[in-house]
């Protein structure tokens, strides 16, 4: 019986409901499912106290590089 089997698990969750209690383990896991809502909730937010910077339509303007003019070559044959 390794660590990875659907037994063991089982096993120890009938344990745990056994130890805890059914009320109590069913109030732990409604607090973590209201932890998760506060969360995403919250990074929701967030999220609309920012503004937008993406700008659809328009490809960003290349970037222009000044250089000196160059002496002409003189070839020689």
Request: charged share 30%; aromatic share 6%; proline share 5%.
């Amino acid at each position: 019986m390794g660590m990875g089997s659907i037994w063991h698990w089982l096993v120890l969750g009938l344990i745990a409901i056994l130890l805890l209690g059914g009320g109590r383990f069913s109030n732990m896991m409604g607090d973590v499912a209201k932890g998760i809502k506060q969360f995403k909730k919250g990074m929701s937010e967030e999220d609309e106290d920012k503004p937008a910077t993406r700008i659809e339509g328009k490809a960003a303007p290349e970037p222009t590089v000044q250089r000196e003019a160059e002496p002409a070559r003189e070839e020689k044959l």
